[in-house]
């Protein structure tokens, strides 16, 4: 009687000795990961980390060059939208904070999801196409369509050409279509699209960790190939401003990381620790917001073509601020382990991403050239991609230093 009893006692300390050395080595009473599994998925997230700012910088440069060659307006972030983002991304952050709270959070992910599923699809399609098409059996046929919409214009009645008249406008220009769509697309690209439609289906019925990297390293690609800093200036203000955003809403308050928790969007990159003991059905992920990736790597970007302006034949400004994201990455690992709490990524990578090139600048003696350069300069005319010059006795406009004028200021 006595030995049951005390087996039973054995057995139910046993069993609560388990229950609080879980509860201890991890808090959220997660299957404990190895160190090996730790540094699996902190290495594996620096990694899809840097793959899109290094081949989305040069992606940019083609990008840019394809929009001056069609003669369109090239699509830039303004230094009026650099001092405003982060206003607008405060308050996009607290009303997503008020939703999740007072809304049923399945509901709104559901909504969500569905939103960035369209999104993510032709993202994908877009960073993806040159690899898939390239796959396409021979069997498929390829052919070419386009897509048009056009505004239809006006009959041209003799008021119309009064007031045409009155304003120097010539009447043949109203005649010309207004093309308001006008995409072109191949068989071949349908295959693409289908295809990523596949994955989009699997993150929406699984909500699994490898759809949501595919779909937010397209988002990370296509974000840094299709955002244009206009200056270095620009940047340096872009960041500087979401280094105190990211400090204040992480440190101050805890609607960063609630919301982080509860947003099922794939707007982050996640990789599992526990991958190692549980396989692809790992459950404890270590994350990375997509903001991290792409808000420094259009900075990078930028540098790149700042050293494609200096015809040096070296891309030394932007190998130096690539290495300088990587040390700054490994540094909010680092403090994240030691202090078993969530970092703002931009405390550490902004200071490392702006200090590394202007330190360099000043040691190759192009840190005036550095400060003025600008990428695409805020005045740039639409037609033929000309600059808007000062004349005599005309309105004065600041000189400002393109790619053509780096070389020559320095």
């Not at 440069?61 to 972030?77: F, M, N, P, Y």
């Not at 369209?118 to 021979?138: D, E, K, N, Q, Y």
């Not at 540094?331 to 969530?342: D, E, G, L, Q, R």
Request: proline residues 4%; contains cysteine; charged residues 15%.
């Amino acid at each position: 009687m006595a030995d049951s009893v005390v087996e039973e006692v054995v057995e139910v300390v046993q069993t609560v000795v388990e229950n609080i050395t879980e509860a201890v080595t991890n808090g959220t009473g997660k299957t404990p990961s190895s160190p090996e599994g730790i540094a699996l998925a902190y290495g594996s997230l620096v990694v899809m980390a840097l793959i899109p700012i290094f081949f989305g910088s040069f992606r940019s440069i083609i990008h840019q060059e394809q929009q001056k060659a069609a003669g369109e307006k090239l699509d830039t972030v303004t230094t009026k939208d650099a001092a405003m983002f982060p206003l607008i991304a405060s308050c996009a952050l607290l009303g997503l904070y008020i939703i999740f709270t007072v809304f049923s959070k399945d509901y709104i992910n559901l909504l969500l999801s569905s939103y960035f599923f369209f999104l993510g699809v032709f993202a994908m399609s877009h960073v993806f196409s040159p690899f898939i098409t390239g796959l396409v059996p021979t069997a498929v046929p390829l052919h070419t369509y386009t897509l048009v919409m056009t505004k239809v214009q006006p009959a041209v009645t003799p008021a119309l050409q009064q007031q045409q008249q009155s304003s120097n406008t010539s009447s043949s220009s109203s005649t010309e279509p207004e093309y308001i769509f006008n995409y072109k697309f191949t068989t071949h690209d349908c295959v693409c699209l289908v295809f990523c439609a596949a994955i989009g289906v699997w993150y929406l019925w699984q909500k699994h960790w490898i759809a949501n990297n595919l779909l937010g390293l397209a988002f990370a690609f296509n974000g840094i190939e299709l955002l244009n800093l206009n200056s270095v200036q620009t940047g340096a203000l872009l960041l500087g401003g979401l280094f105190f955003y990211d400090i204040f809403w992480v440190f101050g308050t805890n609607v960063m990381v609630t919301v982080a928790r509860s947003f099922e969007a794939p707007i982050k990159l996640v990789f599992p620790q526990d991958l190692l003991e549980k396989g692809f059905s790992a459950s404890n992920f270590a994350m990375l917001g997509l903001g991290d990736i792409v808000i420094p790597g259009i900075f990078i970007a930028l540098l790149l073509r700042f050293d494609k302006s200096l015809n040096r034949g070296s891309h030394s400004y932007f190998h130096a601020t690539f290495f300088a994201y990587l040390l700054g990455l490994l540094s909010t690992i680092f403090v994240m382990h030691i202090f078993k709490h969530a970092q703002p990524a931009l405390l550490y990578l902004v200071p490392f991403c702006l200090g590394a090139p202007a330190l360099l600048a000043l040691i190759k003696g192009d840190f005036a050239a550095f400060i003025k350069y600008e990428d695409v300069p805020e005045d740039e005319t639409t037609e033929g991609g000309e600059q808007k010059t000062a004349a005599a006795g005309g309105t004065e406009v600041t000189k400002r230093v393109t790619r053509g004028d780096t070389r020559k200021d320095k």
